[in-house]
C-alpha cells in the first residue's frame, strides 16, 4: 500500500497525509477487529479478554508491532490475539461466533468505507487533487484494507480465525487441527516469507511479474478475493450515488 500510496501522488505533503490516514484506518480497523473478539467471547461467558484489559477499542491494548510493519509494508498482517479460554463456554460451538466477529466488524467496515469512497468520487472535480479525491482514496484503501483482512483471517491455519472457525466444529482429536496446532504457525510464516520473496523478485524481474504472482499464493489469493468482492461493493455502490 505504501508503494501505491507513493506512486498515486507526485506531491510528497498529499502522499505523507493519505499514509497517515491510511496508518489510522490500520489501527483503527485492527481494534475494533481484536474488540469484536473480546466483547462476544464476554457476551458468552469467558472473561478472559476483558479481565487482560482487551475489550477495549484502545489500540495500544491491541497492536502488535510486527505485525503493524507487516500491514504497512506488505498489504496484510495481524494484532495480538485475544486471550480465549475455552472452557468458560457453556458449548464448544460458542468458539465460532466468537472467530467470527471480528471478520463481521471487518465486513460492516468495508461496506461502509466503500460507500463514502463512492461518495468522495461522486463529490470530486474532474480535474486536479482535491479533498474529496483524497478522502475517496483514503477509504478505497480502507475498503481494500478490511477485506484483506477478512481473507487473511478465514485462511484454516492456526492461529488465525478461520483454525478457530474449523476447531469450532471439529472433534477433540481431529488430525488437522492437531497438527495445524503443532505447525500452523510455521505454515503462515513460511507463505508470508515466500510471498515477500516473490514479490522481491517480481521488482528486478517485472517483465516476470505477470507469472510469478501465481507463485505468491497467499498474496494472490488475498488480493485476487479482496478486489473481486471491493468491485461488487464499489459497483452496488455506483447504482444508488
Known sequence: MIFWIINRYSDLKIALLVGVLYLILIVGSLSLHEF????????NGDPTAKLNGRMTVNPMAHLDL???LMLVLIGFGFAKPVPV??????????????AVAGVSINLILAIIFSF????????????GMSAAEIFGDVFFLGTLLNLALIVFNLLPIFPLDGFRVVESFASYRNKFVEFMRKYGTFILLGLIVWGVVIQRICEYYPSS???????????????FLANTVAGWLFRLWGLFL
Open 209 to 223: 511479474a505477470y507469472i510469478l504472482q501465481y507463485f505468491d499464493i497467499l498474496g494472490f489469493v488475498i488480493n
Open 85 to 98: 479460554n475455552m472452557g468458560n463456554f457453556q458449548k464448544r460451538r460458542n468458539l465460532f461466533f466468537v
Open 36 to 43: 469484536g473478539h473480546a466483547y462476544i467471547a464476554y457476551k
Open 66 to 68: 510486527i505485525g503493524m
Open 116 to 127: 463514502l469512497c463512492i461518495l468522495c468520487y461522486r463529490f470530486a472535480p474532474p480535474s
